[in-house]
Each structure stands twice: as C-alpha cells, then as structure tokens.
C-alpha cells in the first residue's frame, strides 16, 4: 500500500470518529438538545482544540448553524488552527469595541461555521468568564446559532471550564492516550463534577493508528 493510501485511511478514520463524536452528541440526550457544548482536558497538548474546531466543521458540513468561540483565554489556537490572521474577537466585544459582526470571521474552508477568536489576552480570564457580561454574550449568540462551540483551558490546570461548563448545556474532556495520567484524570473529573458539569463523554486523542486499511480505523 502506497503512503498516500495510508494517509488516506487515517484521515478517513479520523473524520469517521469525528462523525461518531458528533452523532453521539446529538443522541446524548432526549430530554434536552445539548445545544451549547464546551471542551476541555487535563493539560495542554492534548488536542482538544483541534477536535473542537473540527467537530464544529462536522456539524456545520451537516446542515447547522454553527460558531466556535476560542475562550482559550490563556493560550489561544483557533485562530492558527483555521488559519487565519485575526486578533478581533471575544475581549473586543465584551469591552464593547467591537460589534459582534466585526469580532466574528467565516471559516475558510466550510459554509455555516463562524469563528470568534479570543481577541487581545487578557490579564483576568476567570473574571472574564465568570461576569454577567459574558454569560450575556453566550445566551446572545446561543439565540443565533444552532449550536455554540466553545474551547476552554485545561481544567486540571486553571478554573476557566469549570466556569464555562457551568454555562454549556454539555461538556467534552480529551484525554491524551499514554500520556496522561489516571490520577490526574481523576482530579480533572472531580474539578468538573463540583460545578455539577454535564460531562457528555470523553475523546481519546494520539491513538496510534495500523497502517492496514481499516485497521486504521481507532
């Protein structure tokens, strides 16, 4: 088998598990539609800012409206990840210099998905997130979109999702396969389940994949 088709197959496998992730989130519940759901893991490096961005692709491909804000406001990626060059975003509007047209960008490469990157870094992200102003912001642009994506700091390490998972109708935890530590998952979890989060599930990301087909598939 040529590298191509090995590249082939892993990317298949990996947009076949983003779509398992998507339709597993849609039938989280029957009582209620998760309509804003945030993601975050037990420290950096995880990849849970690319499974976001790419589960908001997921759900915009199917026919949804969709905007994914990146309220990583310690260490930003959406923006790099999407490629695209913009320093506009969330603290720009909650400080009302911006409208909410200007801080949001199209994606490139997929209809019906908006991008709201974190604008300038600032020095309180907990006190952001926690005011008034953006609990506001999010039932705001809830009332827009079919579904609100937001990205979050590592839980183990900072209270940022804590209070955002307060805020989403759910929550997604990446774990980072032979990486991360149980006890730290444990810690991360409880971190969670203080603040009475809804944790829809867990997302195992760097799987080592076959290079045999459907043996790719993790």
Not at 141 to 160: H, M, R
Not at 170 to 190: C, H, M, P, R, Y
Request: proline share 4%; hydrophobic share 35%; with cysteine.
């Amino acid at each position: 088998m040529s590298k191509k088709s090995n590249n082939y197959y892993t990317a298949s496998a990996y947009e076949e598990a983003i779509r398992t992730v998507r339709t597993n989130i849609q039938f989280s519940s029957l009582d209620k539609e998760n309509r804003i759901i945030s993601i975050t893991s037990t420290k950096p490096s995880e990849g849970k800012s690319t499974v976001i961005y790419n589960l908001a692709k997921s759900f915009a491909e199917n026919g949804e409206r969709v905007i994914l804000i990146d309220c990583d406001l310690r260490s930003p990626s959406i923006s790099q990840i999407a490629g695209i060059k913009d320093n506009v975003g969330v603290t720009n509007y909650l400080t009302g210099k911006v409208s909410l047209e200007r801080a949001v960008n199209e994606d490139r490469e997929q209809d019906n998905l908006d991008l709201m990157f974190t604008g300038p870094v600032p020095p309180n992200p907990a006190e952001i997130l926690a005011s008034k102003i953006f609990k506001n912001f999010i039932e705001e642009v809830s009332e827009i979109y079919d579904y609100v994506f937001i990205d979050t700091p590592p839980v183990g390490l900072f209270t940022d999702s804590s209070i955002v998972a307060t805020l989403s109708d759910g929550i997604i935890f990446v774990i980072k396969s032979s990486d991360t530590k149980k006890e730290e998952i444990n810690q991360a979890l409880d971190n969670l389940k203080k603040v009475e989060a809804n944790i829809l599930g867990c997302v195992l990301t760097y799987m080592p994949s076959k290079d045999k087909g459907y043996g790719s598939y993790y």
